[in-house]
């Protein structure tokens, strides 16, 4: 199973930018489908943007044009580009790991259990 570690995250005022990364370990599949996924306290877990094995992108409406999803496939990792955060932006980061083709997914944004491997978090903080 691939294990993922989250870090990156931190405290910045509205504006500000961050950047995320999402190393993973063990055996990737040919296909897959990775991205992140953000919990604020007291709100359900949502996508944020998502990535494929061919390089082929989804974000949420809410971060296009802010936030940048991308990958080192000879490196196994993930990384997202936050500019312009907001206090909205404020959650726990997690990575999450699809062992195949996100068009075999719904909703490849939805955070369902089909993403069986997920990280610890990291913790992004937007003071306004």
């Known amino acids: 199973q691939v294990q993922l570690v989250e870090s990156g995250g931190g405290s910045v005022q509205a504006g500000g930018s961050l950047r995320l990364s999402c190393a993973a370990s063990?055996?990737?599949?040919?296909?897959?489908?990775w991205g992140w996924f953000r919990q604020a306290p007291g709100k359900e877990r949502e996508g944020v943007a998502t990535i494929s094995s061919t390089g082929s992108t989804r974000l949420r409406d809410s971060v296009k044009g802010r936030f940048t999803i991308s990958q080192d496939n000879a490196k196994k990792s993930l990384d997202l580009q936050m500019n312009s955060l907001k206090p909205e932006d404020t959650a726990m980061y997690y990575c999450?790991?699809?062992?195949?083709?996100?068009?075999?997914?719904?909703?490849?944004?939805?955070?369902?259990?089909?993403?069986?491997?997920r990280g610890q978090g990291t913790q992004v903080t937007v003071s306004s």
């Open positions: 999450g790991y699809f062992a195949n083709k996100c068009e075999y997914l719904t909703n490849p944004l939805y955070p369902n259990p089909s993403y069986s491997s």
């Open positions: 063990g055996y990737m599949s040919t296909w897959y489908c």
